[in-house]
């Protein structure tokens, strides 16, 4: 296969000369991290008081982490480090606490993270010559405008259609035959099984890519959106707190997600001891923004968890890649004191082909114990009248998961459809436990 590059000398720039360039890129963003009351205070308590503190890559060591509840005390313009005329955009995230955070964005901003985006795109194949419908929010949602000025970047024709109105989205694929498209796993699930229902053949469109991220999704679910809708797929990550996407991406390699590491400088460490994990273990993501001047973020604790693969990748880049994110500390479900991740009962249900697309996880309080119900689609060759059959798929579901995940699952089965769909990010898991 050849492989095509953005930046050809950033992408594969020898290990030694990557951290040289990042300990000048971390400098400057400290440096720019001390106009703000916030970090003063965090980083003098440490003894930094200019860029120049900072003498190599070990001494990242030395500053404090950043968490959310950090930026959303700073709300509205705690970690603004330029002045307010020279900001362009901001992004904001309402989280679930309802405080959002905010980020804001210079000239520069934009520009070297619509180049990060671009370079993503580019990795997978894109090009100037493909029509790139961009099915995912805009708005303070960095997901929509990130890939459309990315995209533009490329020079590919971008279609702004934003999410949802799945009809309207087949016309405009149609019409201008879209090539590529973007969006949450979910939502492309949701697109396929349309699909079939609104009686939309599959050689009338173009499609050949599509970008998924956003949210967590299992291998299983990516093989299946590939057989579904015969695409290649491509897992995108990243956060708003680092710019939006465009931090980690996969290649045409799709050997998961290379991190920019001339913008992002990554760690991995225990979610428990904050102490760095050896290469290949997983533990949580930790990544300070190099390549922003106007709300510098240090050592930010994504809760994502993830680890390094310590094999180079066959397309050459020197950036190390991270494992697809399986799941977030925070989002571990605790059932009856053992830990369970969404994505593990996902991964378990989607390499099955008798189920559907859609899923839900639902957790309560059954007397002193909690009780989990997975609810789930079945495809739509399963026939719903026909109750035998069902009976036995429902077993099996059953007991392929209490192997799993050790705990035993009520198990419901819903006709095609009919379980909740979101356009954004897909709410997997309802926990009706009363808090304690
Ligand atoms: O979701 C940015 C983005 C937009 C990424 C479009 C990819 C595509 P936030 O709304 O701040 O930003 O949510 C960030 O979403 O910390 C992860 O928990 C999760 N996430 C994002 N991408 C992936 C992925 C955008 N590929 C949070 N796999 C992150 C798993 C993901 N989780």
């Given at each position: 296969m050849t492989y095509q590059?953005?930046?050809k000398?950033m992408?594969?720039?020898?290990?030694s000369?990557?951290?040289?360039?990042?300990?000048?890129?971390?400098?400057a963003?400290v440096a720019?991290?001390?106009?703000?009351?916030?970090?003063r205070?965090?980083l003098s308590a440490?003894?930094?008081r200019s860029?120049e503190?900072i003498?190599n890559?070990e001494d990242l060591?030395?500053?404090?982490?950043?968490?959310?509840?950090?930026?959303?005390?700073?709300?509205?313009?705690?970690?603004?480090?330029i002045?307010?005329e020279?900001?362009?955009?901001?992004?904001?995230?309402s989280g679930?606490?309802?405080?959002?955070t905010t980020?804001y964005?210079?000239?520069?901003?934009?520009r070297?993270?619509?180049s990060?985006?671009?370079?993503?795109?580019?990795?997978?194949g894109?090009?100037k010559?493909d029509?790139?419908?961009?099915?995912i929010?805009y708005g303070l949602?960095?997901?929509?405008?990130?890939?459309?000025?990315g995209?533009e970047?490329?020079?590919?024709?971008v279609?702004?259609?934003?999410?949802?109105?799945?009809?309207r989205?087949?016309?405009?694929?149609?019409?201008?035959?879209?090539?590529?498209?973007h969006?949450?796993?979910?939502f492309?699930?949701?697109?396929?099984a349309?699909?079939?229902?609104?009686g939309?053949r599959r050689d009338?469109?173009k499609?050949i890519?599509?970008?998924?991220?956003?949210?967590p999704y299992s291998?299983?679910?990516?093989t299946?959106?590939?057989?579904?809708?015969?695409?290649?797929?491509?897992?995108?990550?990243?956060l708003?707190e680092?710019?939006?996407?465009g931090?980690a991406?996969?290649?045409?390699?799709?050997?998961?997600?290379?991190?920019?590491?001339?913008?992002?400088?990554?760690?991995?460490?225990?979610p428990?001891t904050?102490e760095p994990?050896?290469d290949g273990e997983?533990?949580?993501?930790?990544?300070?923004?190099?390549?922003?001047?106007?709300?510098?973020?240090l050592?930010y604790?994504?809760?994502?968890?993830?680890?390094?693969y310590?094999?180079?990748?066959?397309?050459?880049?020197?950036?190390r890649?991270?494992h697809r994110?399986t799941?977030?500390?925070?989002?571990m479900?605790i059932?009856n004191?053992?830990?369970?991740?969404?994505?593990?009962?996902?991964?378990?249900i989607?390499?099955?082909?008798?189920?559907?697309?859609n899923?839900l996880?639902?957790?309560?309080?059954?007397?002193?114990l909690?009780?989990?119900t997975?609810?789930?689609?079945?495809?739509?060759?399963?026939?719903?009248?026909?109750t035998?059959?069902?009976?036995?798929?429902k077993?099996?579901?059953?007991?392929?998961?209490?192997?799993?995940?050790?705990?035993?699952?009520?198990?419901e089965?819903?006709q095609?459809?009919s379980?909740?769909?979101?356009?954004?990010k897909?709410?997997r898991v309802?926990?009706?436990?009363?808090?304690?």
């Amino acid at each position: 296969m050849t492989y095509q590059y953005w930046n050809k000398e950033m992408e594969t720039l020898e290990r030694s000369a990557l951290e040289a360039y990042q300990l000048t890129q971390l400098k400057a963003v400290v440096a720019q991290a001390l106009r703000t009351s916030f970090y003063r205070e965090r980083l003098s308590a440490v003894g930094i008081r200019s860029g120049e503190d900072i003498q190599n890559l070990e001494d990242l060591g030395r500053i404090p982490f950043t968490t959310k509840g950090d930026l959303r005390s700073g709300f509205p313009y705690g970690f603004l480090s330029i002045p307010k005329e020279e900001v362009v955009r901001l992004h904001a995230s309402s989280g679930t606490t309802g405080t959002p955070t905010t980020i804001y964005f210079s000239k520069g901003d934009i520009r070297r993270w619509t180049s990060f985006v671009a370079r993503s795109i580019y990795a997978t194949g894109c090009t100037k010559t493909d029509v790139f419908q961009n099915m995912i929010t805009y708005g303070l949602f960095t997901g929509g405008l990130g890939f459309h000025f990315g995209g533009e970047e490329v020079g590919m024709l971008v279609i702004p259609s934003g999410s949802g109105n799945t009809t309207r989205q087949f016309k405009l694929m149609q019409d201008f035959g879209t090539t590529v498209v973007h969006a949450t796993p979910s939502f492309l699930l949701h697109v396929q099984a349309k699909m079939q229902e609104e009686g939309v053949r599959r050689d009338k469109l173009k499609l050949i890519r599509a970008f998924a991220g956003a949210e967590p999704y299992s291998e299983d679910t990516r093989t299946r959106i590939e057989e579904l809708l015969t695409i290649d797929v491509y897992n995108s990550y990243g956060l708003s707190e680092m710019n939006g996407p465009g931090v980690a991406f996969e290649c045409q390699a799709k050997n998961d997600l290379h991190l920019w590491e001339d913008g992002y400088l990554g760690e991995i460490v225990n979610p428990k001891t904050l102490e760095p994990v050896p290469d290949g273990e997983t533990g949580e993501l930790v990544l300070t923004c190099l390549c922003r001047e106007a709300t510098p973020i240090l050592r930010y604790r994504t809760r994502d968890l993830s680890g390094f693969y310590t094999e180079p990748c066959p397309c050459g880049r020197t950036h190390r890649r991270l494992h697809r994110i399986t799941g977030r500390t925070d989002d571990m479900l605790i059932i009856n004191g053992v830990n369970l991740f969404p994505s593990q009962i996902e991964e378990v249900i989607m390499a099955m082909k008798e189920v559907g697309n859609n899923y839900l996880i639902l957790v309560e309080k059954e007397g002193v114990l909690d009780r989990i119900t997975v609810k789930t689609e079945v495809g739509p060759e399963v026939f719903m009248d026909d109750t035998r059959p069902l009976n036995t798929l429902k077993e099996r579901i059953r007991k392929t998961l209490q192997a799993s995940i050790t705990i035993n699952p009520r198990v419901e089965l819903h006709q095609p459809g009919s379980l909740p769909v979101s356009e954004g990010k897909a709410t997997r898991v309802l926990d009706q436990r009363p808090k304690r």
